[in-house]
């Protein structure tokens, strides 16, 4: 990007908590939106800002910065608009993030993609990078994208125990996270592998992507991990099958080949508690899971599987609900599953569950040993 306007929105804004003028700054304030104005016209997003008496350069996005300017611009006392104006100073000059992202909180109100909500409304996937949106089961880019840049720093790992297509693996070379994927079938590996390879040449990130055959309710991480050089992860992303909804092969170690729905759990259990050894203390544990319709019966194989999580040791910081998005297919069968509705009394499945857990430093019941 070309620097722009260089250092000059900062001193302009400097200069204006010397005034006392109310009408005065606000004139200021309005030329400085018309310059930003300006700017975007001439297809510019954002303006390079120089920190003086530091090497730092921001790149402050104008939509952030004239948010902020109309704000400070509708105050009625002197007092507040230099309240506002010093906040505004420091999110452009200084950068505060929590322990586990990198999300400035000086600059919160730039995040708006973020979500905070417990309710998943995502009207279509994200299309923009080589997701294979052909593998059936597999989740929409959103769900890895939210969680790995809320719950990681860029550099820090993210193990997939159900990799799958590899989703969540792609999403971490776009944000510059490294990754794990676990993953039963050979077939599925080597599928995951070309996305996050077509992925990677699109992007040209340094990332460090590793994928293992394995089972994830019995595999030695400690062992695999050593191999790769790598002690713990920060963040454990899980989206199992939903039991046997879907087959997704004839392994019979496959989840989706459990006998029983208990054999699933103890399952599932093992997975959350081989992950919970090689995850930092305090850290995420993600699971996407939905429920599932049998002889007549609404099974919550969701919150059957969330409690199976919570005995390894870990807390529930929040129960997420998602839509589903519509595919094609099921609209046209809307009609027909409509009715099918009525007559047999039950609803529709709408949505699926995102469980987030974070891990216990001292587990209360859970053995340690895996
Ligand atoms: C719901 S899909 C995950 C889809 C993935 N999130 C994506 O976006 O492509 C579940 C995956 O878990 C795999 N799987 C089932 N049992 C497993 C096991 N015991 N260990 C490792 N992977 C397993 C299946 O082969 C399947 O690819």
């Known amino acids: 990007m070309q620097k722009v306007a260089s250092a000059v929105p900062l001193q302009r804004l400097k200069k204006l908590l010397q005034e006392n003028d109310l009408p005065a700054i606000k004139k200021s304030l309005s030329k400085i939106i018309t310059d930003i104005g300006s700017l975007e016209a001439k297809g510019k997003q954002a303006t390079r800002v120089d920190i003086k008496s530091s090497d730092k350069i921001f790149e402050l996005p104008h939509a952030y910065f004239k948010k902020e300017l109309l704000q400070i611009c509708e105050t009625k006392t002197i007092e507040r608009t230099k309240y506002y104006l010093k906040r505004l100073l420091k999110g452009i000059s200084e950068v505060k993030t929590g322990k586990v992202n990198d999300i ?99 992007i040209e990130k340094s990332s460090q992507i590793e994928i293992f055959q394995a089972d994830s309710s019995k595999v030695n991480y400690e062992e695999k991990f050593k191999k790769i050089g790598v002690t713990s992860v920060q963040l454990v992303i899980m989206h199992p099958p939903y039991w046997d909804i879907i087959k997704f092969s004839e392994d019979k170690r496959d989840l989706s080949n459990a006998d029983s729905i208990d054999a699933f759990l103890r399952l599932l259990g093992e997975a959350a508690q081989r992950a919970r050894h090689v995850l930092d203390d305090e850290r995420y544990l993600v699971l996407v899971i939905g429920d599932k319709y049998a002889d007549g019966e609404w099974i919550p194989l969701g919150f059957y599987a969330m409690n199976e999580v919570l005995k390894k040791g870990f807390k529930l910081k929040s129960t997420i609900v998602k839509n589903f998005e519509e595919t094609k297919g099921k609209m046209n069968q809307k009609e027909l599953w409509r009715y099918r509705a009525l007559v047999g009394g039950y609803y529709i499945f709408k949505h699926e569950y995102i469980f987030l857990f974070q891990k216990k430093k001292k587990p209360a019941s859970a053995s340690r040993s895996v």
């Open 104 to 202: 400035n909180l000086n600059r919160w109100k730039e995040y708006d993609d973020i979500i905070t909500d417990s309710l998943w409304v995502v009207k279509k996937r994200d299309n923009s990078g080589y997701h294979s949106a052909g593998y059936w089961g597999n989740f929409i880019p959103q769900i890895p994208n939210q969680f790995i840049r809320r719950y990681t720093k860029k550099g820090e790992w993210v193990l997939d125990a159900f990799l799958g297509s590899g989703t969540t693996l792609m999403e971490c070379q776009r944000l510059g996270r490294h990754g794990i994927g676990v993953e039963i079938q050979p077939k599925i590996v080597t599928l995951a592998k070309k996305n996050i390879s077509l992925e990677r040449k699109k």
